[in-house]
């Protein structure tokens, strides 16, 4: 279209020319140039050839534009994830918050009831409690059958010892002092010899023994042998003398 234009200027020249013969070449000039002018102003092109530069700041603009809304959207992509995740850890920590939670009430609830089992209403004594079981450990002295006979007033029996976390926790439970416990030699006729069971309590043989070196561990025929705790932690036997003692009760658990 500007080529038409331009034509149509020549073509203005040509009939300027042929009107404005009389006039000199110096006016003829500057009416072409001032048409020239007018058209550059009327589509907007420079006099060096180039594009007017107000048609490139709307592209500037929209590119700009594009490069923040791509920025600003990367970043909610990024607070999304972030807020996924979060909340992913928060549920599952709160999960576990409640599972311990749970946890707790159930020890709680049954140590209470640990402690209602291993409370003697009779004689209004608190015993200890390890594993399975309540300890009761007397302020008195008196010899092995007397000691028995006292547990099973308790509603329990001299202790019996089975391993040695409970050898460890009867050794510290016993000190200072020597005590009792439940290991008698009993006469077999079989082979006329006399053997360690935790007996009379619960009539099983002897398996696991914590019994000090250099302590004979056949019992003395006849004599009626009993084994005690020391100061030591360790196992001896005697047939005479008096000493406290300790009771062990299991808790029967529903």
Not at 206 to 216: D, F, M, S
Request: charged share 25%; hydrophobic share 35%.
């Amino acid at each position: 279209m500007s080529s038409n234009i331009y034509e149509d200027i020549n073509l203005a020249m040509n009939v300027g020319f042929t009107k404005g013969a009389r006039k000199d070449g110096g006016q003829r000039e500057e009416r072409i140039i001032d048409i020239y002018d007018s058209v550059d102003r009327d589509y907007g092109v420079k006099h060096d050839g180039g594009l007017n530069s107000e048609k490139h700041l709307p592209s500037v603009r929209r590119n700009r534009f594009r490069a923040a809304a791509l920025t600003l959207g990367l970043l909610c992509f990024l607070l999304l994830v972030a807020v996924t995740v979060l909340s992913t850890r928060y549920i599952s920590l709160t999960l576990e918050k409640e599972q311990l939670q749970n946890r707790i009430e159930e020890l709680q609830a049954s140590n209470e009831q640990w402690n209602n089992d291993c409370w003697d209403k009779n004689n209004h004594t608190a015993w200890m409690k390890f594993g399975c079981s309540c300890y009761y450990k007397s302020t008195e002295m008196k010899n092995w059958t007397e000691s028995r006979r006292d547990c099973k007033a308790r509603g329990a029996d001299l202790v019996v010892i089975g391993s040695q976390n409970e050898k460890d926790f009867i050794s510290k439970l016993s000190k200072p002092e020597t005590t009792w416990i439940g290991l008698q030699a009993v006469k077999k006729k079989a082979d006329w010899a006399d053997k360690w069971e935790w007996n009379p309590v619960d009539q099983s043989p002897l398996i696991y023994g914590a019994w000090k070196n250099g302590v004979e561990v056949n019992p003395v025929h006849g004599a009626l042998s009993t084994a005690y705790v020391d100061l030591e932690g360790t196992w001896t036997q005697t047939n005479n003398g008096s000493k406290r003692w300790i009771c062990e009760k299991q808790i029967s658990r529903v």
